[in-house]
């Protein structure tokens, strides 16, 4: 039997206040996710309702654009105030509870499915335990990412199955490609299917900005929180052209990374490790960093990287930091980190994945000592041979594919 379907919210108690409601958005790139996400929050928040809740307690499992962590990170948070402020804006704010947070070190569940599946399941069993530990009724809103064909497809409907939330709220993209079947899969399930329009008819700026530059924008206001309103005054155009995060003429970021004073981290402080696929991490296995030529190349890795700051391991994520540079002969590691110092330390591992680094964290302008080729002027006045940015041609087909 199908699960029941519903077109309106109000409908089968979404916004029942007596029992712990899980309630699973899902939906295509670009149909409103994160938009519906931050309405559902603040109507469950709000005071003038008579099912208001105390707090909310959500599931960022879109790994790439997370609406309370930075990117490469999966949490669940307590969140007990309304979400009226960009996405951006919310990394700044450090008060929050963490029921738990993991280090995923990647920005797409592609990169490791597997890993993907048990963080989400682990961070899920966690909120249920945090659930024993309070007398208020606290929902879980579950925001999936929008990759929702072929494999992203099983991930989205294992997650879904395991899970076993009570609600589920998927918006209808308006075309092919952001459309799918998840009632016919919730079938026998205790689960209410939800069928809601799609944000089109908003007129939001977003939409129109690349998801690199959105996540680059993320990374930024979590490493720079006090250059944060500064971010709205930037031009995404030329970003857009030179497919890049974005365009800071000013190299504000940059500049203010290169002034900021690191910590000073000694090898033997911390344990290093790679995230790898396979769960085949690659480990630092002891202090031997000028014999063991392991050892050299998982730290040689964390030079210039963004990494997990870690307690045992990366299930237990206390932040990000930026590994600014390594002092072999002093065996120190040069960290930046927002991350407070008294929470710094607990931390005894640091964890690299896949999280590539924004130009705009290094990039000091045209005349500084690094990337001496690179150029701040806009590709269209541009002549030379090659200089161009590539473009994806996804138009033209396989040739195992095309009809002789």
Known sequence: EPAPQRDSLEEDGIFVHEKPQIIFICGGKGVGKSTFLRYLTNRLLSSTSTSSHEEVAILDADVGQPELVPPGILSCT????????????????????????????????????????????????????????????????????????????????????????????????????????????????????????????????????????????????????????????????PAKQLQVGWVDEGCILAEYLAQERPYCVPFEAVKCTFLLPDHD???????????????????????????????????????????????????????????????????DMLVGGNLPLPLSFVFRGVHAESFPYQSMTNPADITALGVDPMKSRNNIGRKGNMNG
């Open 281 to 347: 991490d690659l480990i630092m296995a002891d202090n031997d960093y000028d014999n063991d030529e392991n050892n050299q190349r998982v730290l040689q890795a964390m030079n210039g990287a963004i990494v997990g700051l870690c307690v045992g391991n990366a299930n237990n994520c206390l932040g990000l930091g930026l590994v600014r540079s390594i002092d072999w002969k002093s065996e120190l590691l040069y960290v930046l980190t927002p991350v407070e110092a008294s929470v710094l330390s607990q931390v």
């Open 78 to 237: 307590i969140q007990k105030t309304p979400l009226l402020q960009p996405p951006y804006w919310n990394l700044t704010e450090s008060s929050r509870e963490s029921v738990a947070s993991i280090f995923y070190g990647a920005v797409s569940s592609k990169d490791d499915p597997v890993r993907y599946i048990e963080a989400i399941q682990y961070l899920v069993q966690a909120y249920r335990d945090h659930l024993k530990t309070t007398s208020n009724p606290t929902p879980l809103l579950i925001n999936m990412d929008g990759w929702i064909k072929g494999l992203g497809y099983e991930i989205l409907t294992s997650l879904a199955l395991s899970v076993a939330p009570t609600h589920v709220c998927q918006i209808l993209g308006s075309s092919k490609a952001k459309t799918f079947d998840l009632q016919s899969t919730l079938s026998g399930q205790e689960s209410t299917i939800y069928f809601l329009d799609a944000c089109t008819n908003l007129i939001s700026m977003s939409c129109s900005i690349p998801s690199f530059t959105l996540r680059s924008l993320r990374l930024g206001a979590y490493f720079g929180p006090h250059l944060v309103d500064l971010w709205d005054t930037l031009d995404f155009t």
